[in-house]
């Protein structure tokens, strides 16, 4: 993801310079294969409902992943919550919904919205009873957080795992300004007609995020990332860009419920790389950027979870359980 985003930064001149095998002009990754099933606009297609504690939990995996990633989760606390494990249109071999009219900015947040009003109608469908929303990696944490903005009635408390607040430029070891309003425009103008929609899936493969940033532990990263890599290039480049064209942390304070944020420690090293290195967007991007969230809302408390990746459960699962159960039982609008 870092090279991805080093070479997008360099199309603001209008003068790219891609690798060999980067792009294929041929190629149209902002719409979808002919014939690709869709659902309907506010459905969420694929959930599964496990355990019967007192207390109401749903799990939104990151982007590009399925529910299945929280199979050890929800197995540990099965006595504890009643668990709804979503998968996000589009991954896990489920149907995307229908793209937006052409012209659309990726900043209307078009798909994310569908997914926001499925989880919605799965609340009042299920009868579920002010859910604790978790949010993992990138598109998960971000629907956690917008549930929370824009269904305070329906929505307890919120958890991030392993996750940015928003997305963040980096250049040479230095955070560029992105402002929202710029964020859209290079989205909708630039990014996506000038990078996004040619480029190859070996280039996308090769540059995306790292297998360790998922996971310290070897065999579960390279499962993970397979799994990632798995998911059709127009999904994830779909959901990819609306994600750009968004900034979460401008309305902090609509938040009005705790919030829990659980940041992965990586490795030091990584975190310490501040120049032009493999790892130099992760402080400012997984870090960073919650400053800017516990600067506008004190209701979220930010904690680290040292020696593990994004998947911080399957790293340090005692750790980030013990994190959970006591930000929970510390509620005092539930308990």
């Not at 064209?245 to 944020?261: F, R």
Request: aromatic share 12%; net charge neutral; with cysteine.
């Amino acid at each position: 993801m870092k090279k991805l985003i080093s070479i997008l930064l360099l199309l603001t001149s209008f003068a790219p310079s891609f690798s060999q095998g980067a792009q294929d002009t041929t190629l149209n990754n902002l719409v979808l294969p002919l014939g690709y099933p869709t659902t309907e606009p506010g459905a969420i297609p694929h959930f599964t409902k496990s355990g019967k504690g007192k207390n109401a939990m749903i799990l939104i995996p990151g982007w590009g992943f399925d529910g299945s990633v929280f199979d050890d989760f929800v197995k540990t606390n099965k006595k504890a919550f009643a668990m709804y494990t979503i998968t996000i249109p589009g991954f896990g071999n489920t149907p995307c919904p229908p793209l937006p009219k052409d012209g659309t900015s990726f900043g209307d947040q078009s798909w994310n919205k569908s997914v926001l009003e499925g989880i919605a109608n799965l609340i009042d469908a299920e009868e579920i009873d002010r859910p604790v929303i978790v949010g993992h990696f990138t598109q998960g944490a971000q629907l956690a957080l917008r549930l929370a903005m824009d269904y305070p009635n329906k929505v307890a408390s919120v958890i991030i795992l392993g996750a940015p607040a928003k997305f963040v430029a980096v250049q040479d070891g230095k955070v560029l300004p992105y402002p929202l309003k710029s964020a859209i425009y290079y989205a909708d103008k630039i990014s996506g007609p000038k990078f996004y929609k040619t480029v190859t899936e070996s280039y996308w493969d090769q540059n995306n995020y790292m297998r360790e940033l998922y996971s310290l532990q070897g065999e579960t990263a390279e499962r993970l990332w397979k799994q990632n890599a798995s998911v059709p290039m127009p999904i994830m480049i779909r959901y990819l860009l609306e994600f750009h064209a968004s900034d979460i942390t401008l309305e902090a304070t609509k938040i009005h419920c705790p919030v829990l944020v659980l940041r992965p420690g990586f490795r030091s090293e990584w975190l310490s790389d501040t120049q032009n290195g493999s790892f130099n967007y992760i402080k400012p991007q997984f870090i960073n950027s919650w400053e800017l969230m516990k600067e506008k809302n004190p209701l979220i408390d930010i904690q680290d979870i040292t020696d593990a990746g994004v998947f911080l459960w399957k790293d340090q699962p005692d750790e980030t359980m013990r994190r959970i159960k006591k930000f929970i039982d510390s509620d005092k609008t539930r308990n």
